[in-house]
């Protein structure tokens, strides 16, 4: 149960970084960042997907008892 309830927090926080950097008030427009802040969004916003995914995943699996 602690499991679960642990994988459900870190699939939210995963999601929170992604909808913060998509929605997030100080984030400059596509068009106006350099290469390289193109480049690290694009990673942060992988690995916020990624987190979500595998905090999802072990919510879902992890917390099955097998009977």
């Not at 690290?40 to 979500?52: A, H, N, P």
Request: aromatic letters at 8%; hydrophobic letters at 55%.
């Amino acid at each position: 149960m602690i499991i679960r309830i642990i994988a459900i927090i870190v699939a939210l926080a995963g999601l929170a970084i992604v909808l913060y950097l998509l929605f997030g008030k100080n984030q400059k427009q596509w068009d106006q960042m350099s290469e390289e802040e193109q480049k690290r969004k694009k990673t942060y916003m992988t690995g916020g997907i990624l987190v979500f995914l595998a905090g999802l995943l072990a919510a879902i699996f992890l917390g099955k008892k097998k009977q």
